[in-house]
């Protein structure tokens, strides 16, 4: 079982920064894949980001160049370094686990990024 928890979110100007946490229950080294996610209103749920435990990262186009990804095995967390945000990058960001094939995700943080 793995429990995460996202947190970080908030309301900003457009062109500036937010970092997203997203904490787990049990060490990071152990999960295989990790990603954010976000999900816009009347929008389907998109990938963001997508990490393996290997160190490898995909990004999405719409965010590539300026949203990066960092961790901190101690604290088995995960970040989203978000920067020159736009409008468009407003939605829930919900933190993303696969491991022993099972799918878990957290609750979800809201980032509103206003014009």
């Known amino acids: 079982q793995v429990h995460l928890v996202e947190s970080g979110g908030g309301l900003v100007q457009a062109g500036g920064s937010l970092r997203l946490s997203c904490a787990a229950s049990?060490?990071?080294?152990?999960?295989?894949?990790m990603a954010w996610y976000r999900q816009a209103p009347g929008k389907e749920r998109e990938l963001v980001v997508r990490i393996t435990r290997e160190g490898s990262t995909t990004y999405s186009e719409s965010v590539k160049g300026r949203f990066t990804t960092s961790r901190d095995y101690r604290m088995n967390t995960r970040y989203l370094q978000m920067t020159d945000l736009k409008p468009e990058d407003t939605a829930v960001y919900y933190c993303?686990?696969?491991?022993?094939?099972?799918?878990?995700w957290g609750q979800g943080t809201q980032v509103t990024v206003a014009s």
């Open positions: 049990v060490s990071i080294f152990h999960i295989p894949i």
């Open positions: 993303n686990a696969e491991k022993d094939q099972i799918t878990y």
